[in-house]
């Protein structure tokens, strides 16, 4: 089955285009990715469910309806004489779990719960060779936005006269916790408390009130995360990865969400999967981040890099261009009046 799906696991729905999958209807599982890949029609994917009792005639029933792929919840589900009589016929076979990871770019929870994930190993020569270039682009970077490090601090203390920097204890690869850098974007907070829903990723009330105003324009180019150069030349952080958690926050979550402890088998990181894809919950960030540790790889970790780049440069172009047309707006007001 492998030699019909991509090496490159964050474009892999790209093989689904104008195929006609039939879902064998069998688990509340294949229910949930029944529903996701009906909204997946922009793909070019149609969708039929048949019930899975009668397997032997898998084969044909593809032929009559031209279906060009099945996928089954369980490999078990389906013989290997049927498999192979559907490979003949030119018909892909895919798990579900496999299917849902192409359609939405993360892990399902199912997999998660039932501890399926299996990390993407690690050797020594990729490991040396993902720090160095994760050093080479901070350097790099450092050296490109050091202007704006002056800029930048002096904008932060002028506003309040407080810290420039936030320096926070965060946790590492394995738990080992390390200092984290930040522009200071907020009024400095009463650590003891939090208001706000372990489950949920975005700000309370109270975290979104002590925002400065200076800090919401580091934020919305996040450009407050500029000093986690530093954490990467360290050696705390890579240049891609999961975002680094509180202590706290990480014993929180882990007491309620199964396979939360995953997180922490590789080094957090600046840019990250999780930057470039939404989600709702922490549960769900909890599966982009598993997606992305999955499949981990040098290559996936330079497109992520260049990904989050590409982001920061177009925010920054429609604001400038937003920004242009306020004041040429404004002008030509004037100029009517």
């Known amino acids: 089955m492998q030699d019909t799906i991509p090496s490159l696991p964050w474009s892999r729905y790209r093989v689904w285009h104008g195929h006609k999958i039939l879902i064998l209807r069998s688990t509340n599982f294949s229910r949930e990715v029944e529903e996701i890949a009906a909204r997946k029609n922009e793909f070019g994917i149609c969708i039929a469910i048949e019930d899975s009792e009668n397997l032997r005639d898998l084969p044909s029933l593809c032929r009559e309806r031209r279906f060009t792929a099945v996928a089954v919840a369980d490999v078990a589900q389906v013989t290997p004489s049927t498999r192979e009589r559907l490979r003949g016929g030119g018909v892909k076979y895919i798990q579900l779990g496999d299917l849902y990871e192409d359609l939405t770019r993360k892990v399902s929870y199912t997999a998660i719960d039932a501890k399926e994930i299996t990390p993407a190993p690690h050797h020594l020569l990729a490991d040396f060779m993902r720090w160095l270039v994760s050093v080479i682009l901070a350097v790099g970077g450092l ?185 040429l707006h404004v002008t030509d007001n004037g100029k009517g009046k």
């Open 143 to 327: 050296i490109l936005t050091l202007p704006l490090f002056f800029a930048i601090g002096v904008a932060v203390w002028f506003e309040d006269r407080n810290a420039v920097f936030f320096i926070q204890e965060r946790l590492g690869k394995n738990g080992r916790p390390f200092n984290l850098f930040k522009f200071r974007s907020m009024t400095p907070p009463d650590e003891t408390v939090w208001t706000g829903d372990w489950l949920k990723t975005d700000w309370s009330v109270g975290e979104a009130s002590r925002v400065t105003a200076v800090g919401r324009i580091l934020r919305s180019y996040k450009l407050d995360d500029l000093p986690q150069l530093l954490n990467v030349i360290r050696g705390d952080m890579n240049a891609v990865g999961p975002r680094a958690e509180t202590r706290r926050g990480f014993e929180e979550r882990s007491r309620v969400i199964s396979g939360y402890a995953h997180r922490l088998t590789v080094k957090p990181g600046m840019a990250g999967w999780g930057l470039i894809n939404t989600y709702q919950n922490a549960i769900e960030k909890l599966q982009v981040d598993l997606y992305y540790i999955k499949y981990r790889s040098l290559r996936f970790d330079l497109t992520i890099f260049v990904m989050t780049a590409w982001q920061i440069v177009r925010s920054l172009v429609q604001h400038s261009a937003g920004a242009v047309l306020r004041v």
